[in-house]
């Protein structure tokens, strides 16, 4: 499914990952953790196609080709999902309007019909009810005045209406109580499957308890440096990054 | 490439060449010789066949405009304007008055279709009944002369009379003596003498005591003869009690010389009345270095001398390389209101002072203003407002609202609102803010599937909502779209 082959990006001249290899496969979720600075933003945003990063070196193999080249808005409609760490506000915009532009942008992207009005709302609903986000919600703009834990139950909709191939959650706890965390949590759960992988990307061991996940990698100065299965993250709870720190930037 | 980098790379990029509209319609044309002098406007008042009033009355305004020197206190540079290199009159060169579509010069109708104007009103225009629920008559200006009345029996049987101010001064001299220049007067300012005396056409709307119009009322502008100042000239009278709704939009086709534009609009409503003005704008904007395109000088005002009169303009502004334009409400009738709602988008090198003023006269009375501009390329973009109490305008209220918008970080967004109030019990309220359509922002939408363009025009479009809401159905679906495809180009 993603395959990333000695990665090396930089911004502004700056090299911020500098050689990243991983591989998840099809069905699989992989925790990447690491101390502040370490590169796991920047990775997502590099999987994700934003502007201002430079590729200089390597290789992201997803699905078969390298999307290094493609546009951000392309790698989507191809499947390739960000859950942002702060999830950006559009006013005027209602959440349902949005939802509506990016399920049919993708669809058309990809050759499909666009959806019809009720078809569109049936499934709104139903991942919605999953959620907890109410109709009021959807009517609102666009992530305006949303609190932290509808900002990013906001996010999982979406990623439940979009069906990615490949999810990036980036730090998806941060600013959740541990209400709103077992609600995000049991939305992305809900949405793991034998088609789907997902990248979790954490800096506390406290969302891996909720979303279990089949590997954890160790990031820092822009390198996976060890990689584990779940207990991984619970030494690394114990310990601190402190072992890694002489390797950070 | 750092992100801040490539967007301004881009908006540098920006191809304000490809001009939709941009192509030139061959008609001949019936021109007068280029400059102006007392012959000029003998001339144009000849060609109106105009009694001799009005002949008085353009002279009088010229003598004034001679003593007079251009306003500079606006936020836009241009060249001075040589008024003795332009032709003051210009008409295409078709048969006059014709009754129905097979009359009208075929080049004409082939031009609107490309326009993309909805003439869906062909049917209409044909007489179909049905055709659709809500009916438009058009009183097509194209350069200078009205070539197409239509709806005007159905109209004139609700004893609406709409048709060209030429005709209305020869069929209605006593109205018009009464009404022109009321309320914009001949000395007002520089730009509405000149078109006092020189004014080619332009609509006139009658609505009698009790009588709403039974359709919306709609005119196209277009500006289409190489280094014609258009003189527009519209008067619209709501007697007591009477309603009405006017649309105005407008194209221009592509051109290198800077084209002047000076309209002249009044509207006056009586006790009751309300008056709905809405315009649409997308005269040629000048190329991609800034050159060419439309200077747009234009005197907009109403008057509620009724009172509980209304009077309400909303306007969506894309185009013409230097827009300068109040479109105003004096309100005298106590308990009057007036409105403006205005989305103002700047692109390339244009330049836009617009706003309004609110002129509280009477008791009572109430405006309120909602302005959103939006500026990209190398624009800049003001918002000039003036909202004033005079000494009997107890109980006056405003409530003002400007928000800018910028795409880039090469275009300005500037606010000047000037607030004054005579009257201690009035209570005026002004908001603004500035937010910048930012690279995170894109990226979201982006992120989830949206191509730039379908990313800008969603954020533009929330950003404006307000006032589209504002508009009536069919021009608010037109709005969205220019204002998508002013904006075509803004960021990667």
């Known amino acids: 499914m993603l395959e990333i082959k000695n990665l090396h990006a930089s911004i502004d001249g700056k090299e911020i990952l500098r ?44 699905d078969g080709s390298d999307i290094v080249e493609m546009p951000a808005e392309e790698r989507a409609a191809a499947g390739v999902f960000l859950a942002f760490q702060y999830p950006l506000e559009i006013p005027g915009v209602a959440t349902m309007t949005f939802l509506k532009a990016a399920l049919n942008a993708q669809r058309k992207a990809r050759g499909e019909a666009e959806l019809t009005t009720p078809d569109f709302i049936r499934r709104v609903k139903v991942a919605s009810e999953k959620l907890n986000v109410s109709q009021e919600m959807l009517r609102r703009p666009l992530n305006v005045g949303f609190s932290g834990g509808e900002k990013k139950r906001n996010e999982i909709l979406q990623m439940a209406l979009l069906e990615p191939k490949l999810a990036i959650l980036d730090e998806t706890d941060s600013g959740l109580d541990i209400d709103a965390l077992r609600v995000v949590s049991e939305g992305v759960n809900s949405l793991r499957s034998p088609e789907r992988s997902m990248l979790v990307i954490t800096h506390y061991q406290r969302l891996l308890d909720h979303i279990v996940p089949d590997k954890v990698h160790v990031m820092s100065a822009g390198r996976i440096v060890r990689t584990g299965g779940p207990e991984l993250a619970l030494e690394l709870e114990a310990k601190g990054y402190a072992d890694y720190a002489g390797e950070a930037a | 490439m750092p992100a801040i980098q490539e967007t301004v790379d881009q908006v540098s990029q920006i191809d304000v060449d490809q001009y939709k509209y941009g192509f030139v319609t061959d008609i001949e044309s019936d021109r007068a010789p280029k400059g102006l002098s007392e012959d000029i406007v003998r001339f144009i008042s000849a060609k109106k066949n105009e009694p001799d009033w009005m002949l008085e009355w353009r002279l009088d305004a010229y003598r004034r405009w001679l003593t007079m020197t251009e306003p500079t206190w606006s936020r836009v540079h241009y060249p001075k304007i040589d008024f003795d290199d332009l032709y003051y009159y210009s008409a295409p060169k078709s048969s006059p008055g014709p009754k129905s579509l097979d009359e009208v010069d075929p080049e004409l109708l082939a031009m609107y279709e490309k326009l993309g104007i909805p003439l869906r009103e062909r049917e209409i225009l044909a007489g179909v009944e049905g055709a659709s629920d809500r009916r438009v008559a058009v009183d097509a200006v194209f350069d200078s002369v009205s070539v197409v009345t239509t709806f005007k029996e159905e109209l004139k049987k609700a004893g609406v009379i709409f048709c060209a101010i030429s005709e209305a001064i020869r069929e209605y001299p006593e109205i018009v003596k009464k009404y022109l220049g009321s309320v914009v007067p001949v000395t007002d300012n520089y730009y509405a003498t000149l078109n006092s005396a020189v004014f080619s056409d332009g609509s006139f709307v009658y609505i009698p005591e009790g009588v709403r119009c039974p359709m919306e009322l709609s005119t196209y502008f277009r500006i289409n003869e190489r280094n014609t100042g258009q003189f527009e000239r519209t008067l619209i009278i709501a007697e007591k009690g009477a309603h009405v709704s006017y649309l105005e939009g407008c194209t221009a086709p592509m051109r290198d010389e800077n084209q002047l534009h000076a309209a002249v609009v009044e509207l006056v409503a009586l006790e009751d009345a309300e008056i709905k003005y809405s315009t649409v704008q997308n005269w040629y904007p000048g190329d991609k270095d800034g050159k060419g395109g439309i200077y747009n000088f234009v005197t907009k005002r109403g008057d509620c001398r009724g009172d509980r009169s209304k009077i309400s303009w909303t306007q969506v502004e894309t185009g013409s390389a230097i827009t300068w334009k109040y479109p105003s409400c004096i309100l005298r009738g106590d308990d009057s209101q007036g409105e403006f709602y205005s989305i103002a988008v700047s692109n390339g090198y244009q330049q836009v002072d617009s706003g309004t003023k609110m002129i509280h006269l009477g008791k009572n009375t109430k405006s309120r203003i909602i302005s959103k501009g939006i500026a990209a390329g190398r624009s800049d973009n003001t918002y000039r407002g003036l909202v004033s109490a005079h000494r009997k305008a107890s109980g ?47 990226f979201y939408c982006l992120q989830r599937g949206l191509s730039s363009e379908e990313a800008v025009a969603l954020i533009v479009n929330g950003f404006v909502k307000d006032v589209i809401q504002q508009l009536p159905m069919e021009f608010a679906v037109e709005a969205q779209k220019l204002i998508s495809i002013s904006l075509e180009g803004s960021v990667g």
């Open chain 1, 19 to 62: 050689g990243v290899d991983l591989v998840v496969p099809t069905g699989e979720v992989h925790a990447i953790m690491g101390p502040n600075g370490s590169g796991k933003s920047t990775l997502s945003y590099v999987l994700s196609g934003r502007d201002g990063y430079d590729v200089t070196e390597g290789e992201i193999i997803f």
């Open chain 2, 396 to 442: 006056a209220r405003n409530f003002t609202n400007c928000d800018s918008l910028l795409i880039g970080d090469k275009c300005g967004a500037h606010t000047v609102p000037y607030i004054e109030s005579k009257n201690a019990s009035a209570v005026f309220e002004h908001e603004a803010t500035t937010s910048k359509i930012a690279d995170d922002q894109l």
